[in-house]
């Protein structure tokens, strides 16, 4: 399963970014896939869930109420739409295949491919 991340880009506090992950190469309509971030210094956390067969979703505290993760199957396609972006959300962004919905207790089951940079910055 290849895994490309896309999307970020320098935004200002208070902005929006809509990022995509492209899943190919493997089974998409009945997965579990998340969005994580890696901050400078900083461990891989996950702050997004989504089931590909359900659309189901769960949200890590820090970004609840601002991003939206979602998915198109016919695209094979899972997007974070993030909203009211803080300077703390810069990261470099990345997907990936989940073991469960919850965001303390996933695991990542994939290699991870190449990030997306954003950064929220005046």
């Known amino acids: 399963v290849q895994l490309q991340a896309s999307g970020g880009g320098l935004v200002q506090p208070g902005g929006s970014l809509r990022l995509s992950c492209r899943v190919s190469?493997?089974?998409?309509?009945?997965?579990?896939m998340g969005w994580y971030r890696q901050a400078p210094g900083k461990q891989r956390d996950l702050v997004a869930s989504?089931?590909?067969?359900?659309?189901?979703?769960n949200y890590a505290d820090s970004v609840k109420g601002r991003f939206t993760i979602s998915r198109d199957n016919a695209k094979n396609t899972v997007y974070l739409q993030m909203n009211t972006l803080k300077p703390e959300d810069t990261a470099v962004y990345y997907c990936?295949?989940?073991?469960?919905?919850?965001?303390?207790?996933?695991?990542?089951?994939?290699?991870w491919g190449q990030g997306t940079q954003v950064t929220v910055s005046s």
């Open positions: 989504i089931s590909t067969l359900l659309g189901n979703t």
């Open positions: 990936n295949r989940i073991s469960t919905m919850a965001i303390v207790a996933a695991r990542p089951l994939g290699s």
């Open positions: 190469g493997g089974i998409f309509r009945d997965i579990l």
